[in-house]
C-alpha cells in the first residue's frame, strides 16, 4: 500500500525568505500524482502545486515550486519569497494514476509553516 | 461562484442524537467524497460516491451512512453521534475525466464541518 510521509510537523520562515518542506512516498507503482496543498487557518483545502511523475520537468506554480526526485521518492516543496499569506498547513498528497485505485488520496500528515514578518 | 459548499458549519450534539451533514457542489462533478480531520491523523476518507445513487466504504466508514440521490449533493448523517465523532469533516468533488481517469486528479473542497459531540 503506498504512503506519504511528513518528516517536519512545523518549519518557520521569515517573510520574504525561502523554505522546503519535504515530503516522501512508497509506491511500487510507475505512474501516478503528487499534491501539495495548503490549509489556511479557514480551513479550506486548496491545491498549491501538482506534479505527474511521468514528467521530468518539475512544477512551477509562481513562488511555489517542486523539486521531484522520483527515483528517490521524494517530493519537496519550495516556497520562495515567504509571505505572511504563505502560513498554513500544507498537505501532500499521492494518487495513483491505475483507474481502479484513482480514487482515493493518500494524505502525509501535515507541516505547519509559520510566516514570521 | 459557490464550488462546494458544507452546512452546517458548526454543531454540537449530544451523544446519541442523530444529524446529517450537507455537501452540495455546483460544478457538475461525479466523484464526490467525505473526510475528517483529526490532529495528528491527517484526513481519512470516511465514505465516497462516484455517481449519483452510488456510494462506497472509505477508510472510517463506521458509524456513518451517506446519500447521493442527487448528483448534486452527498449526505452524510451520524445515526447515534458518539465522542469519538468529535472532528471536523470536509466534503471534497471532483470531476471524471475520460475512461474514468482524471489526470489532473484536483479535488475540490468545502470549507469544512466542525462538530463536537458532548
Known amino acids: 500500500a503506498q504512503t506519504v510521509t511528513q518528516s517536519q510537523p512545523e518549519m518557520s520562515v521569515q517573510e520574504a525568505e525561502t523554505v522546503t518542506l519535504s515530503c516522501t512516498y512508497d509506491?511500487?507503482?510507475?505512474?501516478?500524482?503528487l499534491f501539495w496543498y495548503k490549509q489556511p487557518p479557514s480551513r479550506q483545502m486548496i491545491l498549491v502545486i501538482r506534479?505527474?511523475?511521468?514528467k521530468q520537468q518539475n512544477a512551477t506554480e509562481n513562488r511555489f515550486s517542486v523539486n521531484f526526485q522520483k527515483a528517490a521518492k521524494s517530493f519537496s516543496l519550495k516556497i520562495s519569497d515567504s509571505q505572511l499569506g504563505d502560513a498554513a498547513m500544507y498537505f501532500c498528497?499521492?494518487?495513483?494514476?491505475?483507474?481502479?485505485?484513482?480514487?482515493?488520496?493518500?494524505w502525509g500528515l501535515g507541516t505547519s509553516l509559520a510566516v514570521n514578518p | 461562484n459557490a464550488g462546494v459548499t458544507q452546512t452546517p458549519k458548526f454543531r454540537v450534539l449530544k451523544t446519541g442524537q442523530s444529524m446529517t451533514l450537507l455537501c452540495a457542489q455546483d460544478?457538475?462533478?461525479?466523484?464526490m467524497y467525505w473526510y475528517r480531520q483529526d490532529p495528528g491523523m491527517g484526513l481519512r476518507l470516511i465514505h465516497y460516491?462516484?455517481?449519483?445513487?452510488?456510494?462506497a466504504k472509505g477508510e472510517v466508514p463506521d458509524g456513518y451512512n451517506v446519500s447521493r440521490l442527487k448528483k448534486q449533493n452527498f449526505l452524510l448523517g451520524l445515526e447515534s453521534a458518539a465522542p469519538s465523532q468529535t472532528s471536523v469533516y470536509f466534503c471534497?468533488?471532483?470531476?471524471?475525466?475520460?475512461?474514468?481517469?482524471?489526470?489532473?486528479?484536483?479535488?475540490?473542497f468545502g470549507e469544512g464541518s466542525r462538530l463536537t459531540v458532548l
Open positions: 471534497a468533488s471532483r470531476p471524471k475525466g475520460l475512461a474514468g481517469v482524471y489526470v489532473g486528479g484536483e479535488l475540490f
Open positions: 460544478m457538475n462533478h461525479e466523484y
Open positions: 460516491s462516484v455517481g449519483e445513487g452510488t456510494t
Open positions: 509506491t511500487s507503482e510507475s505512474d501516478y500524482y
Open positions: 506534479q505527474e511523475a511521468y
Open positions: 498528497a499521492y494518487r495513483s494514476a491505475n483507474a481502479g485505485n484513482n480514487r482515493k488520496l493518500i
